[in-house]
Structure formats: C-alpha cells, structure tokens
C-alpha cells in the first residue's frame, strides 16, 4: 500500500488512533499485572494485530472494517460455544474489555461517510497506479 496524497478525514485519524489505543491498552494491562493473562501468545498477537489495524486503516486500507467485524464475529462465536454458559457471563478482563471497546467505537467512526469516502478514493488511486 502505497502513501497516500489525499486528505486524510478526522475520523479515519481517530478511528486509527482508538485501534493503536486498543493495542496499547491490552499492553498496559499485561505489563502492569492487571490483567490475569492466560496465554502471552495470544495477546502478543492482540497487541500486533489491532497495532497493524490502525496503522493500515491510517494509511487507508478500507479491509480493516471487515476484519474488525471478522474479529468480533470470532469472540462472539467463541463465547457462544464456550463449555458452559457461565463461561460467557463472567467478565472480560479490564485491558480486553477496553481494547473491545476502542475497537467497536473505531469500526463505527471508519465506517461513516467521510470515512468510506476516503476508502473507496485510496482504492482508486491504488487501482490507478497499478
């Protein structure tokens, strides 16, 4: 991907920097103990994928908004099919629950007109240099 010269909208600038915020908050509470981590593979890779989630939605990949919902389709799944339906009523933890919610609050600011229209506009270029 290519960097891009158009005008980047605020909302795709927050919207990246809420999915970098999700990155850093599962960080922070790992590092700080807040969080009882049960696998450090797995939020290593939480922490690289929502971090290579803003940075690609920043430089204008449009597929973000589908692999976020690809993303929260995945946890409800597995929370769905977990082994016990008390397995799905506890808690997340504090460092998940706010990176989920960064998350959710980024998808809807990069799905919203302006947004879609910077997208479709980066896609267009791409398309043009090719």
Not at 63 to 83: D, K, L, Q
Not at 89 to 116: R, S, W
């Amino acid at each position: 991907m290519a960097e891009t010269t158009l005008e980047r909208p605020t909302l795709v600038v927050v919207g990246s920097a809420l999915l970098v915020g999700s990155a850093l908050a599962l960080l922070a509470t790992w590092a700080l103990g807040i969080d009882a981590v049960e696998s450090n593979g797995a939020r290593v890779f939480f922490v690289m994928l929502w971090g290579y989630f803003g940075w690609a939605a920043y430089r204008g990949g449009g597929w973000v908004r589908v692999a976020i919902v690809a993303v929260f389709g995945v946890s409800i799944w597995g929370a769905i099919n977990g082994p016990s339906l008390a397995g799905m009523l506890t808690p997340m933890p504090p460092g998940e629950l706010l990176a989920k919610g960064f998350a959710l609050i980024a998808l809807v600011l990069l799905c919203l007109p302006a947004a879609h229209a910077f997208f479709a506009a980066v896609a267009k270029q791409e398309r043009a240099e090719r």
